[in-house]
């Protein structure tokens, strides 16, 4: 790919937590929360995240932005001049800078909003603290931002409270929108929500993306919701990437494993059919201590000797659709039931 063609290109990133034990608090091993992933997002395009609760896709959503720093790997970004930076060389100054186009929403719309702040305040600190806008500017600015997130205008002095959860959210992408980002990391966005919620500001975000051509990492263990807002997803296990394609060509042809095991366990639309679901054997791999070969060999029903002692490389099985599994192209694995 190009760097034209990007705005997001992530390599290798990693980031393992030190697990520290004793008086002197000895680094004793590591938890390898994000081993190795690569990802990369073209400008106007949503990549979906899906995995297991734990598996590291928040984690990695937290590194790309340097929310959380990665113990190593590179993040090239496109900012707003067209120029393409390393996110993990640069200063803090510089990072500040760069924080305008890449921003956070975040999961629980209830505890990301500070009760004592007035919606007013909220959505106006990341133009004040950008040195964006001041005085009667600043407070039309974030009229103008309530206003495209589908909120009143004139609720402005109220406090987070007097707002519905869908509400809060769309307070928390008002603030996201703020400072006119290229690109945001939406983390659980709407997990703490309604159903019916939940379509309304998956609605509001994907309006957005076409209105101000945004690209967005969209983070969610809920396949449903994955599948309606993506054009491309990718499958994590245990803080590895083991699946990536097309949204339509991953539900219809997963080529890992664990894919087809996750996309078994996707609600049926009519609950009167006959649902083929795979039950996994034992429990996810401690990222702490994984197992040799391919993560997922302990619970995978095709493992054979050589998983158990090779990691699978990342292997291309069509038109940008990549698997790690020793037997990608292989097996006949089931997709999901089209909606
Ligand atoms: S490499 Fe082996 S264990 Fe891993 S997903 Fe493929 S078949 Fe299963």
């Known amino acids: 790919m190009t760097q034209e063609e990007f705005v997001l290109d992530v390599r290798s990133m990693k980031k393992y937590f030190p697990i520290k ?7 004793v091993g590591f938890v390898r929360a994000v081993d190795d992933v690569h990802i990369q997002i073209r400008p106007g395009e949503t990549l979906g995240l899906v995995g297991e609760s734990g598996c590291g896709k928040t984690t990695l959503g937290r590194c790309v932005l340097r929310a959380i720093e990665p113990t190593s790997g590179t993040t090239l970004f496109q900012n707003r001049q067209g120029e393409v930076k390393d996110v993990m060389k640069l200063n803090n100054h510089e990072l500040r800078a760069i924080r305008r186009d890449m921003q956070l929403i975040f999961q629980d719309p209830y505890s990301s909003l500070n009760p004592r ?35 009143n205008s004139r609720h402005l002095e109220r406090y987070p409270h007097a707002f519905s959860g869908g509400q809060r ?50 983070i969610s263990h809920d396949l449903g ?34 894919t087809e095991a996750l996309l078994s366990a996707k609600p049926m639309p009519d609950p009167r059919k006959k649902s083929n679901r795979i039950i996994l054997a034992g429990e996810v791999a401690n990222p702490a ?6 993560y997922f060999h302990p619970r995978c029903p095709y493992a054979q000797d050589i998983c158990k002692s090779q990691a699978p490389e990342w292997k291309q099985v069509g038109e940008g659709h990549y698997s790690a599994c020793h037997f990608a192209g292989e097996l006949q ?4 039931v089209a909606q």
């Not at 600043?138 to 997130?149: F, G, S, T, Y």
């Not at 083991?242 to 339509?248: G, I, M, Q």
């Not at 201590?289 to 391919?294: E, R, T, V």
């Open 117 to 151: 702040m007035t919606v007013l305040s909220i959505i106006a600190e990341p133009l004040i603290c950008n040195g964006m806008a001041r005085g009667d500017a600043l407070k039309e600015r974030v009229m103008e931002l309530m206003e495209m997130v589908g909120l």
């Open 225 to 258: 919701v994955i599948q309606h807002i993506s054009n491309r997803v990718g499958v994590m296990y245990v803080g590895k990437m083991v699946e990536t394609a097309a949204t339509k060509e991953l539900f219809k042809n997963p080529q890992h494993p664990y």
């Open 21 to 27: 034990q004793g008086f002197m608090k000895k680094t």
């Open 169 to 218: 959210q769309r307070i928390g992408i008002a603030r996201a929108l703020a400072t006119n980002p290229k690109f945001i990391v939406c983390d659980e966005a709407v997990s703490a929500l309604d159903v019916s919620v939940q379509a309304q500001i998956i609605n509001l975000l994907q309006d957005l993306q076409e209105k101000l051509h945004l690209s967005y990492l969209f």
């Open 333 to 336: 694995l089931q997709g999901a």
């Open 289 to 294: 201590k994984p197992p040799s070969g391919c």
